[in-house]
């Protein structure tokens, strides 16, 4: 594993920051105290098509220039509009972006669906579906889960019937994240009732404000709405609206989850996280940190951020993997258990740092100490370790395939 760039790598980052540096609309390079107490958009996608006014500007401003570099989607193909870099070169993007707090390569439509349309996607729907990925013109939600199929995802319910040359699809599906800021979603759907789980199921998609459709809001305890359940009731789409082969829909569910996976914008989010506290309890004057002369908070705060610097190495040494032609199993599940605990060690620090003051919930309130961030990921933050994988399911991974350990 390399910690330091080299000659190429040095260039490429060189660029990545000159542009940074000349291409960021203000209004992401200086955000308005009411916009950090807001927390993300979900990317400059949505703030493309459902922001305000100076939102839509700036997003309409960073695609442009992003476009210019191919850097709207860097993982795509060239000759598909992406940017074609290699694993260490979109790391490097993703680092720098994240480091400068600008809008990430972000969204399912860049991150996961195109390159599924690329690798299983007929000629028809290449030239359909990616383009308006590109531009911003349609944003995409994923719709997987379901109430009886988390972890074990390949249980779905939700059906696709067969009805001359389309599918009628009844079902439900739930933590439909941006579902109410999308145009359009791809849903796993059971196309084969009596086949073997894994086996009879189909990758679709549809227009998400067809009639049949019901998007149900999922409020945070932080007031956040930022997920939703989705019920379907007779959808009728055509059959050409599907992805890869019927009934293999499971293996190209599975080519769409390998995306970039070293999750190092979460990682340096995390690292910038721990240094704004200690940045604002070094405030001698500071109202909110009588609490900080405790020795347990000072070493939580020593102990997050040794944390931090070893999430950021389990996130190096992935890249590094994928650089040199491998593929990360257990290693990436390691990183994933490490990131989502360690996003909830981090938020609670946060707040036992600020004791009582930890309860005011109000970003805008003048008690609220850095806006209630703390507070408010606490909460948002309480599903990190089940979504993406839940830990549970993590550990047997890393039990059974890292460390060869029998099952049962």
Known sequence: MDWLDNKSQKKFRDKVVKFLNSSVPNYYKHPSP?????????????????????????????????AKNQWVAPHWPKEYGGGGLSPMEQFILRSEFAWHGVPPVAGPGVNMLGPTIVLHGTEAQKKELLPPILSGEVTWAQGYSEPGAGSDLASLQTRASKDGDDYV????????????????????????????????????????????????????????????????????????????????????????????????????????????????????????IQYTHFQSIKNAIADRYIECEVGYNFSLRIISMQNAGLIPNQEASTTKLFNSELTQRLNNTGIKAFGLYANIW???????????????????????????????????????????????
């Open 169 to 288: 699809l009844n079902g439900q599906k739930i933590w439909t994240s941006s579902a109410h800021k999308a145009d359009w979603i791809f849903v796993l759907v059971r196309t084969d009732k009596d086949a073997p789980k894994h086996r009879g199921i189909s990758f679709v998609y549809m227009d998400i404000n067809q009639d049949g459709i019901d998007i149900r809001p999922i409020i945070s305890g932080g007031w956040e709405h930022a997920t939703n359940e989705t019920f379907y009731q007779d959808v009728r789409i055509p059959i050409k609206q599907r992805i890869g082969e019927e009934n293999r829909g499971w293996y190209v569910a599975m080519t769409l989850l390998d995306h970039e996976r070293s999750n190092i914008t979460g990682m340096i989010e995390k690292k910038k996280f721990i240094k704004s506290l200690i940045d604002f309890l070094r405030i001698r004057s500071n109202k909110f």
């Open 34 to 66: 009411e916009r950090i107490a807001e927390g993300h958009t979900g990317g400059w996608q949505y703030d493309f098509k459902v922001g305000s006014e100076e939102a839509r500007q700036a997003a309409s401003m960073w695609v442009n220039a992003l």
């Open 362 to 408: 109000d970003p805008n309130s003048k008690w609220a100490p850095m806006h209630s961030k703390f507070t408010q990921k606490h909460v948002h933050d309480i599903s990190s370790t089940i979504a993406g994988g839940t830990s549970e399911i993590q550990r047997n991974i890393i039990a059974t395939r890292g460390l060869g350990l029998p099952r049962g």
